[in-house]
């Protein structure tokens, strides 16, 4: 696609219920990031894919969470019995870098999670 | 650990001034810096990367230096407009190839 699409842009849901968030990156851009970012933070890392790698999941903030990236291109966040601290913006990036450095970073416009 | 700071928080200036937003970062072993602005409810739109190796970048209007010795990036923008409102954030990738953020200076172009 032209751009990072990301889907849902609004979820709410109940404590307790799991939830999973989209990522669609820019066609043939192998690299792909997860950050989440709460109401007047920065950016916190989440996870991290390069091509067919073992993804980076060092920035999960726990075992609730958890990332796939199907076939190098579409990526899924779930997060499991959600607690009210999840509530964030969920931003999803794509780059055109191969290596390990980031290089230019082109978001989607973020899945805004609530959690009741 | 690298720690990322945008001060101000918030600026507020009349349309048509030129002004410098800021960026310190506390360690100088960085691959790159990269400054975004990101627009209510919306995503992060690059604006300018800046190689370790470089000292500045321009695009348009924008331009950004980095000077690593001293932990401080700044961007500049000259003759301001509304449409520039928005919030600008820093992010530096560290030796861990991590992209440090910092919190972003929320700026309002006055008409």
Redo the contacts between chains.
Sequence with gaps: GAG?S?SPSNKVTEKGKDVELRCDPISGHTALYWYRQSL????E?LIYFQGNSAPDKSGLPSDRFSAERTGGSVSTLTIQRTQQEDSAVY?C?SSSERG???????????S?LTVL | KQEVTQIPAALSVPEGENLVLNCSFTDSAIYNLQWFRQDPGKGLTSLLLIQSSQREQTSGRLNASLDKSSGRSTLYIAASQPGDSATYLCAVEDSNYQLIWGAGTKLIIKP
């Design positions: 990072v990301q007047g933070q920065g950016l890392f931003l990036a390990r450095v980031t290089g230019e970073l082109f978001f989607g416009e973020g805004r």
